[in-house]
């Protein structure tokens, strides 16, 4: 191919291709902007119409290539802004056969143009990098140039003669590098991952090192999705005694492009996107996608029901004043062990067209949000690494042991769940990331096993503040029942039976039962719709934006102003908050997406009546009467109202000695209607809390005594 342009030279095409009026015209604007504006963006749909077999030289040779194309520039800007104006090529929207997946990369890539899609995982700071290097011969002080290509320092061999040096090798002078003369160029090192929505089957993200230079660094931050375009080169790995015939490969960046597009990785045919409209159409849709979720795992029907909307989502809303509305729903499971959490949370990242995984602490040093670190990327600098929920951005972050991450994280992660961005601001790096991500979390009991008596603060280790941002709260319960054990105890073991017969090849090989007797037996063990195309499912319904409908909004508003009134006496609790009038209507929203319905409808708003009113009767209600502040504050009306008592107790019984002993404490409590085992529970909360102080052994006092 080469041959075809040994007649004309490659600047000479260039030059015609850029001497078109509008190319002509977009270049002296870029020349008059100079500096500010520095790239001129190239279609390679536009090279390929102009001249096929410069485009396709482009791709086998494109260092030669665009290094002729910012020569042509050169010669086409206006005169006097030739050699000022350095204006680079950045060719974009490379065609199919140049697009490459991380993990397919090979040897043959290796010196192409090549594009790649995937996740920033890291980014470091914009730093210099020398191009130009300029030497003086410390021996007869003779300036010597030299380019510097790629990523290693190259010092000059000798101060040659020919140029009028001393002729001295390097080993006889010392070449001294004069930092001010040489020439230098913004620099930015840039790891990036396979997209996890392209992952199935546990497979670990492979990772590739991009460099950005010049104008295009600094734009590009971890956790945003990026189709990278470059050319790939390989860098020798060097031992410690010797060089290695092992090389590494990084990606020298010619341009970068955001994926805005949601779920565009999931290709949708048309006799796909037939079969979802079709399924959407039937009455019975949405209670077929509720038994698709886990359905190896018996029961829980309005759990499932909650996380089947939380696949769909709400709709994330911009208002007048700019400020944002968040349509993703946050659902917390607390349970017992041997629930089944994690199986759900781990089917829920599978079916999720983007889903991320991840286990308490997480493995990266950037836990759950973001964090500056110090690491061999950076070369020892500090970079900017993302965590689950940046990388979850537009999709559905699964986090295990929630109640133990790191408590950096769960600070942090408040901003996360409600602004949806992360922020960070450490070692000079100060950065917003978005984290765009509906959370699905699970928490384990403080003390092994669900108390139902105890408030839900109480029994898990993640603070009130934070529980309040999810939309709902479902304890999932392990108690002895015969009747539901027996369902439990079948559905099991026809699982693992089930499990044992697909092992067979030929299931009339199995001795002793009906294999396939039982391989038509699917009732309730089987996704009624297959996973692959509910995924494709819930990723077309995304397009569908449905609002409320006059029906729906009343029957909301009615369902909130009926449980408000209930609070509205003067020693009557909260129960319940304008952000579960939020969280209704993201249901709401949510419901309707899964019909692919534009209308919100009042069956809509009563199915997130419904899941609201079951959650909120499980974990913030006593006595048979609502209560928000048992999730917002940890402690329920009636609970703060004691405490306020016991506290009046203890200043008024505690002798200015010796205090209040504790069986005249407890036995005015109970005088108050305060049982035995709730006082000494309040008691303790209030000696953790620095309230009150025991003098000495069995007896009380106030912290502080307001008679003084």
Same mark, same amino acid.
């Given at each position: 191919?080469?041959? %075809?342009?040994?007649?004309?030279?490659?600047?000479?095409?260039?030059?015609?291709?850029?001497?078109?009026?509008?190319?002509?015209?977009?270049?002296?604007?870029?020349?008059?902007?100079?500096?500010?504006?520095?790239?001129?963006?190239?279609?390679?749909?536009?090279?390929?119409?102009?001249?096929?077999?410069?485009?396709?030289?482009?791709?086998? %040779?494109?260092?030669?290539?665009?290094?002729?194309?910012?020569?042509?520039?050169?010669?086409?800007?206006?005169?006097?802004?030739?050699?000022?104006?350095?204006?680079?090529?950045?060719?974009?929207?490379?065609?199919?056969?140049?697009?490459?997946?991380?993990?397919?990369?090979?040897?043959?890539?290796?010196?192409?143009?090549?594009?790649?899609?995937?996740?920033?995982?890291?980014?470091?700071?914009?730093?210099?990098?020398?191009?130009?290097?300029?030497?003086?011969?410390?021996?007869?002080?003779?300036?010597?140039?030299?380019?510097?290509?790629?990523?290693?320092?190259?010092?000059?061999?000798?101060?040659?003669?020919?140029?009028?040096?001393?002729?001295?090798?390097?080993?006889?002078?010392?070449?001294?590098?004069?930092?001010?003369?040489?020439?230098?160029?913004?620099?930015?090192?840039?790891?990036?991952?396979?997209?996890?929505?392209?992952?199935?089957?546990?497979?670990?993200?492979?990772?590739?090192?991009?460099?950005?230079?010049?104008?295009?660094?600094?734009?590009?931050?971890?956790?945003?999705?990026?189709?990278?375009?470059?050319?790939?080169?390989?860098?020798? %790995?060097?031992?410690?005694?010797?060089?290695?015939?092992?090389?590494?490969?990084?990606?020298?960046?010619?341009?970068?492009?955001?994926?805005?597009?949601?779920?565009?990785?999931?290709?949708?045919?048309?006799?796909?996107?037939?079969?979802?409209?079709?399924?959407?159409?039937?009455?019975?849709?949405?209670?077929?996608?509720?038994?698709?979720?886990?359905?190896?795992?018996?029961?829980?029907?309005?759990?499932?029901?909650?996380?089947?909307?939380?696949?769909?989502?709400?709709?994330?809303?911009?208002?007048?004043?700019?400020?944002?509305?968040?349509?993703?729903?946050?659902?917390?499971?607390?349970?017992?062990?041997?629930?089944?959490?994690?199986?759900?949370?781990?089917?829920?990242?599978?079916?999720?067209?983007?889903?991320?995984?991840?286990?308490?602490?997480?493995?990266?040093?950037?836990?759950?949000?973001?964090?500056?670190?110090?690491?061999?990327?950076?070369?020892?600098?500090?970079?900017?690494?993302?965590?689950?929920?940046?990388?979850?951005?537009?999709?559905?972050?699964?986090?295990?042991?929630?109640?133990?991450?790191?408590?950096?994280?769960?600070?942090?992660?408040?901003?996360?769940?409600?602004?949806?961005?992360?922020?960070?601001?450490?070692?000079?790096?100060?950065?917003?990331?978005?984290?765009?991500?509906?959370?699905?979390?699970?928490?384990?009991?403080?003390?092994?096993?669900?108390?139902?008596?105890?408030?839900?603060?109480?029994?898990?280790?993640?603070?009130?503040?934070?529980?309040?941002?999810?939309?709902?709260?479902?304890?999932?319960?392990?108690?002895?029942?015969?009747?539901?054990?027996?369902?439990?105890?079948?559905?099991?073991?026809?699982?693992?039976?089930?499990?044992?017969?697909?092992?067979?090849?030929?299931?009339?090989?199995?001795?002793?039962?009906?294999?396939?007797?039982?391989?038509?037996?699917?009732?309730?063990?089987?996704?009624?719709?297959?996973?692959?195309?509910?995924?494709?499912?819930?990723?077309?319904?995304?397009?569908?934006?449905?609002?409320?409908?006059?029906?729906?909004?009343?029957?909301?508003?009615?369902?909130?102003?009926?449980?408000?009134?209930?609070?509205?006496?003067?020693?009557?609790?909260?129960?319940?908050?304008?952000?579960?009038?939020?969280?209704?209507?993201?249901?709401?929203?949510?419901?309707?997406?899964?019909?692919?319905?534009?209308?919100?409808?009042?069956?809509?708003?009563?199915?997130?009546?419904?899941?609201?009113?079951?959650?909120?009767?499980?974990?913030?209600?006593?006595?048979?009467?609502?209560?928000?502040?048992?999730?917002?504050?940890?402690?329920?009306?009636?609970?703060?109202?004691?405490?306020?008592?016991?506290?009046?107790?203890?200043?008024?019984?505690?002798?200015?000695?010796?205090?209040?002993?504790?069986?005249?404490?407890?036995?005015?409590?109970?005088?108050?209607?305060?049982?035995?085992?709730?006082?000494?529970?309040?008691?303790?909360?209030?000696?953790?809390?620095?309230?009150?102080?025991?003098?000495?052994?069995?007896?009380?006092?106030?912290?502080?005594?307001?008679?003084?």
């Amino acid at each position: 191919m080469a041959d %075809k342009f040994e007649s004309k030279d490659l600047v000479a095409i260039w030059q015609e291709f850029f001497s078109e009026k509008g190319r002509r015209h977009e270049l002296t604007t870029i020349a008059d902007l100079y500096p500010e504006s520095r790239s001129l963006e190239v279609e390679f749909s536009a090279i390929d119409r102009f001249n096929p077999d410069l485009a396709r030289y482009l791709l086998g %040779k494109p260092t030669e290539v665009i290094a002729a194309a910012e020569r042509a520039v050169q010669e086409v800007i206006p005169p006097e802004k030739k050699g000022r104006a350095m204006i680079h090529v950045r060719v974009i929207s490379l065609p199919e056969d140049a697009k490459v997946e991380i993990r397919k990369i090979r040897a043959e890539h290796l010196g192409k143009l090549i594009s790649v899609q995937g996740l920033v995982r890291k980014a470091t700071e914009v730093r210099p990098r020398l191009t130009k290097a300029q030497f003086q011969c410390m021996r007869c002080n003779r300036l010597i140039s030299m380019e510097q290509d790629g990523l290693q320092f190259r010092e000059p061999l000798e101060c040659s003669q020919d140029q009028g040096g001393c002729g001295r090798a390097a080993g006889s002078t010392r070449f001294k590098l004069l930092i001010e003369e040489s020439e230098f160029i913004d620099t930015q090192k840039i790891e990036v991952q396979e997209s996890p929505e392209g992952l199935r089957g546990g497979a670990e993200p492979q990772r590739l090192t991009a460099y950005a230079d010049d104008d295009i660094t600094g734009q590009i931050f971890p956790g945003d999705r990026v189709v990278l375009s470059g050319v790939l080169k390989s860098v020798q %790995k060097s031992g410690s005694q010797q060089k290695s015939t092992l090389f590494d490969i990084n990606l020298a960046l010619n341009s970068s492009a955001p994926v805005e597009r949601e779920y565009s990785e999931l290709v949708i045919s048309p006799e796909e996107e037939m079969a979802i409209k079709e399924l959407a159409a039937t009455p019975e849709a949405f209670s077929k996608v509720v038994d698709s979720i886990s359905p190896t795992i018996y029961g829980y029907q309005r759990e499932k029901e909650a996380l089947a909307l939380q696949l769909f989502g709400g709709v994330q809303k911009i208002m007048d004043d700019g400020s944002r509305v968040r349509g993703d729903i946050h659902i917390l499971l607390v349970g017992d062990p041997g629930v089944a959490k994690t199986m759900m949370l781990r089917y829920m990242a599978e079916l999720a067209p983007r889903g991320i995984y991840t286990s308490g602490k997480s493995s990266s040093a950037a836990g759950l949000t973001a964090a500056a670190v110090k690491d061999e990327f950076g070369e020892g600098r500090w970079t900017l690494e993302a965590g689950a929920l940046v990388l979850a951005d537009k999709g559905l972050a699964c986090v295990d042991e929630l109640d133990k991450m790191d408590p950096h994280d769960r600070s942090s992660i408040h901003e996360s769940m409600e602004q949806q961005t992360v922020s960070v601001a450490k070692a000079g790096i100060t950065a917003t990331l978005q984290s765009r991500c509906a959370v699905l979390g699970a928490a384990n009991p403080k003390y092994g096993r669900f108390d139902e008596h105890k408030t839900i603060a109480d029994q898990i280790d993640l603070p009130p503040t934070l529980l309040t941002r999810f939309d709902a709260i479902f304890p999932m319960l392990d108690r002895p029942n015969a009747k539901e054990d027996t369902k439990v105890a079948k559905h099991i073991l026809r699982v693992h039976r089930r499990g044992e017969v697909r092992k067979y090849d030929n299931a009339a090989d199995v001795q002793g039962s009906d294999g396939a007797a039982i391989l038509e037996d699917i009732d309730q063990l089987v996704p009624t719709i297959d996973r692959k195309l509910l995924r494709k499912y819930v990723a077309f319904s995304k397009k569908v934006i449905p609002v409320l409908s006059a029906e729906a909004m009343t029957a909301l508003e009615e369902f909130y102003i009926r449980i408000r009134s209930m609070g509205e006496g003067e020693r009557s609790s909260v129960p319940i908050t304008a952000r579960q009038l939020e969280a209704l209507v993201r249901l709401s929203e949510a419901s309707a997406r899964s019909r692919l319905s534009p209308v919100v409808t009042a069956a809509d708003a009563a199915r997130s009546i419904d899941i609201v009113e079951y959650f909120l009767n499980k974990v913030a209600s006593e006595g048979g009467h609502l209560d928000i502040d048992i999730i917002a504050t940890g402690l329920s009306r009636s609970q703060v109202e004691h405490i306020q008592t016991i506290r009046r107790m203890v200043k008024d019984l505690a002798d200015p000695t010796t205090g209040v002993t504790e069986a005249e404490l407890l036995q005015r409590a109970a005088s108050e209607g305060i049982p035995e085992e709730k006082a000494r529970a309040l008691v303790k909360r209030l000696i953790d809390a620095g309230e009150i102080y025991q003098p000495r052994a069995g007896s009380y006092r106030l912290a502080m005594d307001d008679r003084l």
